[in-house]
């Protein structure tokens, strides 16, 4: 019995566990992108982020693993995670600059829809009725949350609907590399990628950073090595069906650290969309502990 729940709370839960602080982590990035982004262009802010996180991310690697950071297994499928996180930050940059912040990120969430399409041929792990609830649920608390404006969506909508196609199938790619790769080797190669091949726009885009900016851009760069790195380590410990309803919580960061920040205080439809958000996790988490339970009971 001790071994039965030592093994659920060391599993899945901690997966859980370790989504949530990496979104957590996630939306004060996109806080302090938003910050950056008054003075500085995206792909400034793109590059100072991945090699930031890279610098820290290097010698952690290295005293993980020694010389096998830099000879990974799967070498062709982090090179393609790497790329998958370029096309999503420039495909997500480029069509917020025309769509409204509200629609832009409504669109963005169909990730966690794409993630439960895409798991059954990409990781082979079918979702359930209860899942797709959980995620459906999730959804419409985003809208409470972001209330888009669908009207006003034009051709530019595809850039983000792109973003999302991107963060997912780069989820996916988590659990499938997070198996059996340490997760800051996986976060270190992705960085890496991203900084270099964002480097050739480098001497268009350079301006001196101030301090203040230099300091925003090092907090930065810790929050994306965290979140980048415990995502990947808790997308390795639970199936998709299980954690891609977590994935709004990253909304909920965004409110808190948005009122925080700016001063924007969340109204009743947005309260109701976070309770909506939180009540998908801990919807689908019940039914998967009473299956657990069935089965031990049996």
């Given at each position: 019995m001790f071994n039965n729940l030592r093994s659920k709370i060391s599993g899945p839960v901690i997966g859980i566990i370790l989504l949530i602080i990496a979104l957590a982590f996630a939306a004060l990035s996109g806080a302090l992108m938003k910050v950056l982004s008054v003075s500085l262009s995206p792909f400034l802010i793109a590059w100072l982020r991945f090699t930031g996180s890279?610098?820290?991310?290097?010698?952690?690697?290295?005293?993980?693993?020694?010389?096998?950071?830099?000879?990974?297994?799967?070498p062709l499928l982090?090179?393609?995670?790497?790329?998958?996180?370029?096309?999503?930050?420039?495909?997500?940059?480029?069509?917020?600059?025309?769509?409204d912040y509200a629609n832009a990120i409504a669109i963005l969430y169909v990730y966690?829809?794409?993630m439960m399409m895409l798991a059954p041929s990409i990781l082979g792990e079918k979702g359930n009725i209860y899942a797709w609830i959980a995620v459906l649920s999730g959804f419409l608390g985003v809208l409470c949350v972001m209330r888009p404006d669908?009207?006003?969506?034009?051709?530019?909508a595809f850039f983000i609907l792109l973003s999302g196609l991107?963060?997912?199938?780069?989820?996916?790619?988590n659990r499938l590399l997070g198996g059996d790769i340490d997760p800051f080797v996986i976060s270190m190669w992705g960085?890496?990628?991203?900084?270099?091949?964002?480097?050739?726009?480098?001497?268009?885009?350079?301006?001196v950073l101030t301090p203040n900016q230099l300091g925003i851009a090092g907090l930065l760069a810790c929050m994306t090595a965290l979140s980048q790195t415990m995502m990947i380590a808790g997308?390795?410990?639970?199936?998709?069906?299980?954690?891609?309803?977590?994935?709004?919580?990253e909304i909920i960061f965004a409110v808190i650290i948005g009122f925080l920040i700016?001063?924007?205080?969340?109204?009743?439809?947005?309260?109701?969309?976070?309770?909506?958000?939180?009540?998908?996790?801990?919807?689908?988490?019940?039914i998967r502990n009473q299956q657990l339970s069935h089965k031990d009971q049996l």
């Open positions: 890279l610098i820290i991310l290097i010698p952690v690697t290295v005293m993980r693993v020694k010389s096998r950071a830099f000879r990974p297994k799967r982090q090179v393609f995670r790497g790329i998958l996180l370029i096309i999503g930050n420039a495909s997500f940059v480029y069509g917020v600059k025309e769509i966690p829809f794409l669908i009207g006003n969506l034009d051709y530019n991107m963060v997912a199938t780069q989820m996916l790619i960085s890496m990628i991203a900084s270099f091949a964002l480097l050739p726009l480098l001497p268009i885009v350079w301006v997308m390795s410990r639970a199936p998709v069906s299980l954690m891609a309803p977590f994935a709004y919580t700016f001063g924007s205080l969340p109204d009743t439809i947005a309260s109701v969309g976070m309770i909506l958000i939180i009540g998908s996790g801990v919807f689908v988490e019940r």
